[in-house]
């Protein structure tokens, strides 16, 4: 069988510990075999991060708007023992978070369906998407302790020196108080990531906040998201088939616990922060949750949900045997050869990427799976492999499928 050729290269973003030795893996036993894969590699395992000043990150990030779509491994973010560990200039920021900025992207984050991992939540049969507007309000506040009787007020000073001001409490005694904030033209490109996402994936779409409460916060995420929804979507939505729905947070919980999946719940950023983990929890594993991240501008990347798996890198370095699931980062694989495929019209690279997956899916239902997954299953009797042979039993699994 002749390699699918590709035309324009994927942006690779290497990472670091465990997943840097899956990611090997993957290209080894499911990608190299089949595609003539062409990538623009940029390391950014955190030695070379900290070798460049984290200028790999920067260029990877101008690579991905240069050619549309990256694939990224897990990488660390550094905190004061892994300066320590990796004898660091700095303490280096996110690399997710550098590649956000610049791509100007909202995160969508969804749950692989597979019998035998069942959702906690019985009537959930289809993927809840959370998309999270990862910018502003609590995690980029200011706050206060208040020590004793006075006041505080919002105040804003206009560019010519003018003040608006707004009484947030008189204290009769101690207390706190906090001040958060948003841009407009942050939640207008998270409005059109979530929209476009939503034609992308031919699904509807959900955001709520709690704008009865919040008449000038909140409402400002609503009026943005129903005028431009009006102005640039309403009629593509209605081509596709599918919905934009607003409702309360409150009212959006109680929906979801009740419905059986299957939509986009965009999430101010806190909302997103607790509903993702609800969601990846109540489906099983957080190694099986896919991760995109999308731009208004039609920059896509792709990488899994979790992090670099360091206890097991730990053990792989002593020569010990990991069983850890790669899932989600094949999965990272996946989506970034069928987006290349679809913007360069490759359609043997789309139903590449679509059996690949099928295949991950069929060797866990069929009982093979990582440690991680056999203490969960409802299957009777799995046979747990070690990190390389899971890979090998999806090879083998794939090979089947593209046989026939």
Not at 7 to 18: A, I, R, S, Y
Not at 38 to 49: A, S
Not at 119 to 131: D, F, G, L, Q, R
Request: charged content about 25%; aromatic content about 10%; overall charge negative.
């Amino acid at each position: 069988m002749s390699k699918i050729k590709m035309t324009t290269p994927l942006v690779e973003m290497d990472g670091d510990e465990m997943t840097r030795i899956l990611w090997g893996m993957i290209k080894e036993h499911l990608l190299l075999p089949f595609i003539d894969l062409k990538t623009e590699y940029y390391d950014l395992g955190l030695e070379y991060r900290n070798e460049t000043d984290d200028q790999v990150t920067i260029d990877s990030a101008n690579a991905t708007k240069k050619y549309k779509v990256a694939v990224k491994c897990a990488t660390i973010t550094p905190n004061a023992a892994r300066v320590k560990e990796y004898n660091l200039k700095k303490m280096w920021k996110s690399p997710n978070g550098t590649i956000r900025t610049m791509l100007d992207g909202t995160v969508f984050r969804a749950p692989i369906p597979v019998k035998g991992i069942e959702p906690c939540v019985k009537n959930w049969k289809k993927p809840i998407t959370i998309a999270r507007h990862a910018y502003g309000d609590v995690y980029e506040n200011t706050e206060i302790k208040v020590p004793g009787p006075g006041k505080v007020e919002l105040v804003y000073t206009a560019t010519d020196g003018t003040e608006t001001r707004e009484l947030v409490h008189n204290y009769d005694g101690p207390g706190i108080a906090q001040g958060i904030h948003n841009v407009c033209g942050s939640i207008e490109s998270f409005a059109r990531s979530c929209f476009n996402y939503a034609l992308d994936t031919k699904q509807d779409l959900w955001f709520a906040t709690k704008d009865t409460i919040s008449k000038k916060y909140d409402h400002t995420f609503k009026d943005i998201f129903q005028e431009i929804f009006d102005a640039e979507y309403k009629e593509k939505f209605d081509e596709a088939g599918i919905e934009y729905f607003y409702t309360l947070i409150d009212d959006a919980v109680a929906r979801v616990m009740k419905s059986e999946g299957g939509y986009i719940w965009a999430c101010k950023n806190y909302d997103g922060d607790v509903m993702s983990d609800m969601v990846s929890s109540a489906f099983g594993s957080l190694a099986m949750m896919t991760s995109v991240l999308v731009s208004p501008d039609g920059y896509y990347e792709y990488e899994a949900a979790h992090g670099t798996v360091q206890r097991h890198y730990y053990k792989h370095l002593k020569g010990e045997e990991t069983s850890t699931n790669s899932v989600a980062t094949i999965f990272a694989w996946t989506g970034a050869l069928r987006k290349r495929g679809e913007i360069d019209g490759i359609k043997e690279l789309q139903d590449f990427a679509d059996k690949l997956e099928k295949a991950c899916i069929s060797t866990i239902e069929s009982g093979k799976m990582t440690k991680d997954l056999a203490l969960i299953t409802t299957l009777e009797h799995p046979t747990v492999l070690n990190s390389e042979d899971f890979i090998k039993a999806i090879r083998t699994t794939l090979e089947g499928m593209l046989s026939l």
